[in-house]
């Protein structure tokens, strides 16, 4: 990543001015209601710095995954632009449909100081994904100065992160703080960590994974592998995995890449036991097994054993950082083997250590276990966070790194 600094949405004057902010409002939704509001919260600070400092707030984000034709009530902003109002005590004023139409253009012209926008969902264009410059133009329009703040979606380069921008050339580009904070911990973690540093990974498959494990190789003192991506690496070293998910057009490469693990100074620390199952459910009965699981059977979780060595080797690190849960934890007590890492990296967290916990569901892991104030940083980002375990490109933050 490039090393060019960022200017910071602190260290520009507000006053009296509009900043047109990228928000990551992409938050999981149940029934038409915000099931964790993380994404929200998170992006208080950089909010009330504006307003706080008589600036006013143009927000814009995508929700979901909608078709990008037109308005769909499913994939609607409301139910986050009142969860802001709350969370902020002040209106918020989601102006229209459509973030590009005369009631937002309106809106948007006779904002004042203190007052706060958010557009509605902009994947409601398909310019949005496609990085469309004159669709960038129009949003950018919105703003005297730009702000990203979206660290959930700066591994994209759709439109808002990196066409909006590109069109404010001549107007200050800034990091919002969760960006900066994201930014901070993660780089920080993997670039300088203080040794022991210990990754420990897991999750459903090892070929989102591979990236990441080569990156980590050689950088890490010990690399932790438990969730189903386990079973691939254990069935490429030899091992009976019975029914557990196993990725087959994946053994050959994870067979290379346990080779390309050991010839660096990386220790591997597999699952030496499994609590498994005949089947993925609720009340099934279950059994311990070694390394080799039977045919007819299902590895669904660490077992006793590998909680042992795993949380071991977290307790002693100085660094840690975690991306994917280590069993099926959505289903208890498949849920034991993730639960004994959250604690063990806390206990380390207490003991001095940083811990970042990056992934999608293993934040919502962690947010549902009641874990989340424990580390020292819980990303936003799943994906995002991903990108920066892999070292790979990061478009929203290097089209502020060019400003
Ligand atoms: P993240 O979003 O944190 O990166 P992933 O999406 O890679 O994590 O993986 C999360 C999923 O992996 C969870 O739904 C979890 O149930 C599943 N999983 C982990 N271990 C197992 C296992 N042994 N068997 C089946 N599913 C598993
Ligand atoms: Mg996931």
New binding site residues.
């Given amino acids: 990543m490039s090393s060019v600094a960022r200017t910071t949405i602190d260290a520009v004057e507000v006053s009296g001015r509009t900043v047109l902010v990228r928000v990551d409002f992409n938050v999981p939704m149940s029934e038409g209601e915000i099931t964790d509001d993380s994404r929200i919260r998170a992006a208080l600070p950089t909010i009330q710095s504006i307003l706080d400092r008589g600036g006013a707030c143009v927000l814009m984000s995508h929700l979901g995954r909608p078709s990008g034709s037109g308005f769909e009530p499913a994939f609607t902003l409301a139910p986050a632009a009142n969860r802001l109002a709350e969370l902020l005590g002040r209106p918020v004023n989601l102006p229209s449909r459509d973030c590009l139409d005369e009631s937002s253009v309106a809106a948007v012209d006779s904002i004042e100081a203190g007052g706060v926008i958010l557009l509605e969902n902009l994947r409601f264009h398909k310019a949005e994904k496609k990085g469309d410059a004159e669709f960038a133009a129009r949003l950018a329009s919105y703003g005297d100065l730009y702000c990203q703040d979206a660290f959930g979606a700066a591994h994209r380069a759709d439109a808002s992160m990196v066409a909006v921008p590109e069109a404010m050339e001549g107007r200050p580009r800034t990091a919002g703080r969760l960006l900066e904070a994201e930014l901070r911990y993660l780089s920080g973690a993997i670039d300088s960590p203080a040794r022991p540093f210990v990754a420990v990974l ?4 090892i070929s ?2 591979l990236a990441t494990i080569r990156h980590l190789a050689g950088r890490v003192d010990t690399l932790v592998v438990g ?2 991506m386990a079973f691939t690496l254990l069935r490429a070293m030899g091992h009976g995995t019975g029914k ?2 196993v990725e087959e057009s994946m053994v050959k490469e994870a067979s290379g890449i346990i080779d390309a693990v050991a010839a660096t100074s990386t220790t591997l620390l597999l699952p030496v036991d499994f609590v498994c199952a005949g089947s ?1 459910a609720a009340g099934v009965k279950t059994t311990v097994s070694g390394r080799d699981i039977e045919d007819g059977q ?4 660490i077992g006793p054993g590998s909680v042992e060595v795993f949380t071991e080797a977290i307790r002693a690190a100085r660094t840690v950082v975690w ?8 289903i208890p007590p498949f849920d034991r083997g993730t639960l004994a890492v959250a604690k063990a990296m806390i206990d380390a967290t207490t003991a001095g250590a940083t811990s970042v916990v990056g ?5 919502a892991a962690v947010n549902d276990l009641g874990l989340a104030t424990g580390f020292t940083h819980v990303s936003t980002g ?1 994906g995002a966070s ?1 990108r920066m375990l892999e070292g790979g490109p990061m478009p929203g933050v290097e089209a502020l790194d060019r400003a």
Avoid: C, V
Avoid at 202 to 205: L, S
Avoid at 298 to 301: E, V
Avoid at 359 to 363: E, H, K, P
């Fill in positions: 897991g999750g459903a498959k989102d994974k969730g189903a557990s998910l993925p299902m590895g669904l979780d991306n994917g849960p280590m069993g099926l934890f959505e992934g999608g569901d293993t934040a799943g991903l």
